[in-house]
């Protein structure tokens, strides 16, 4: 015995069909806008750490050139220099120097490099 057909089962079943596409695509425009907005977030905080490394970079440049200016001018005031003390000022110029910074640090340098070099 053959069921009989009903049109309201074919209509159920092309609207289910129908119907989950959309919901399916609701949901992956969802999804999308979140890893978008994921993504937004990292790239954020990203550029907010280089930021506070850049920041820390110059932060301890500045205390490499604050002591070595303050060394340089202990040398200068005194009037010779160790070869310890100018080849540790050297040490911590030399990084300074190659990171770009070279303001006063290498004007207090030039003039440690005039000063005689003595023993303790």
Not at 46 to 60: H, P, S, V, Y
Request: glycine residues 6%.
């Amino acid at each position: 015995m053959i069921p009989k057909f009903d049109p309201n089962i074919l209509i159920a079943l092309i609207g289910c069909i129908l119907g989950s596409g959309g919901a399916l695509q609701f949901m992956l425009q969802r999804y999308d806008k979140k890893v978008e907005v994921r993504q937004a977030e990292r790239l954020q905080k990203r550029e907010d750490n280089d930021t506070k490394i850049q920041l820390i970079g110059d932060l301890t440049c500045a205390n490499a050139q604050d002591r070595i200016v303050y060394l340089a001018d202990q040398y200068v005031e005194r009037g010779s220099v160790t070869i310890r003390e100018k080849s540790m000022l050297e040490d911590m110029f030399k990084p300074y120097e190659e990171l770009g910074w070279n303001h006063w640090a290498k004007t207090a340098m030039e003039e440690v490099r005039k000063l005689p070099v003595k023993n303790k």
